[in-house]
């Protein structure tokens, strides 16, 4: 069974930075594009980013753009998300998300179970 | 950007009955490739997102076959036979056609 096991998220002050981590397991990770998806308190589900197998292609939501950088390492077999200049909006349950292929994007066939991001000062 | 519009928004149904769940797209998601990439997926409280049904109707391994998906070009419907105490959650359709990827405002089903 997949495995991906999400960590890094905490409090920050606005302004502020942090790096989501995603340890994967059980699955070829650079055959796969992965993705992050986040989830304010209460609210729905919005697509934050997405890396290909080859990290060689990324994708951000305009409203991380510029401020988070996807990437991975498939020597270890881990998808990170670095974030800068953290604001209240971004806070929420980071989830991160196996895609269908190298270069497939929209799969979301597997989750994490989220790590929680909270920008507060 | 593609805006996903689902209804109903909450969704009272009592157990054994059917229920239906609308998502609307504001273009086609029809891909260059002829594929519609339109995905499901099912919340439960306090879990994560779990896909059920990928490309409008293809039901996911341990999917239970009283989900099925069904729609075409900006018309897509979630249909559930016979609603279960298990299926109590929200429910989203997705679109991976065009970015950015969107997510329908989610619909609550809750048993009556």
């Known amino acids: 069974e997949v495995q991906l096991v999400e960590s890094g998220g905490g409090l920050v002050r606005p302004g502020g930075s942090l790096r989501l981590s995603c340890a994967t397991s059980?699955?070829?990770?650079?055959?796969?594009?992965m993705t992050w998806v986040r989830q304010a308190p209460g609210k729905g589900l919005e697509w934050v980013s997405s890396?290909?197998?080859?990290?060689?292609?990324?994708f951000y939501a305009d409203s991380v753009k510029g401020r988070f950088t996807i990437s991975r390492d498939n020597s270890k077999n881990t998808l990170y998300l670095q974030m800068n200049s953290l604001r209240a909006g971004d806070t929420a349950l980071y989830y991160c998300?196996?895609?269908?292929?190298?270069?497939?994007?929209?799969?979301?066939?597997?989750w994490g179970q989220g790590t929680l991001v909270t920008v507060s000062s | 950007d593609i805006v996903m519009t689902q209804s109903p928004l909450s969704l009272p149904v009592t157990l054994g009955q059917p229920a239906s769940i609308s998502c609307r797209s504001s273009?086609?998601?029809?891909?260059?490739?002829?594929?519609?990439?339109l995905n499901w997926f099912q919340q439960r409280p306090g879990q994560s997102p779990r896909r059920l049904i990928y490309k409008v109707s293809n039901r996911d391994s341990g999917v239970p076959d009283r989900f099925s998906g069904s729609g075409s070009g900006t018309d897509f419907t979630l249909k559930i036979s016979r609603v279960e105490a298990e299926d109590v959650g929200v429910y989203y359709c997705m679109q991976g056609t065009q970015w950015p990827i969107t997510f329908g405002q989610g619909t609550r089903l809750e048993i009556k």
């Open positions: 059980r699955f070829t990770f650079s055959k796969y594009a």
């Open positions: 998300v196996k895609s269908c292929g190298a270069d497939c994007y929209s799969g979301f066939d597997n």
């Open positions: 890396i290909s197998g080859s990290g060689g292609g990324t």
């Open positions: 273009q086609s998601l029809v891909f260059s490739d002829g594929i519609t990439y």
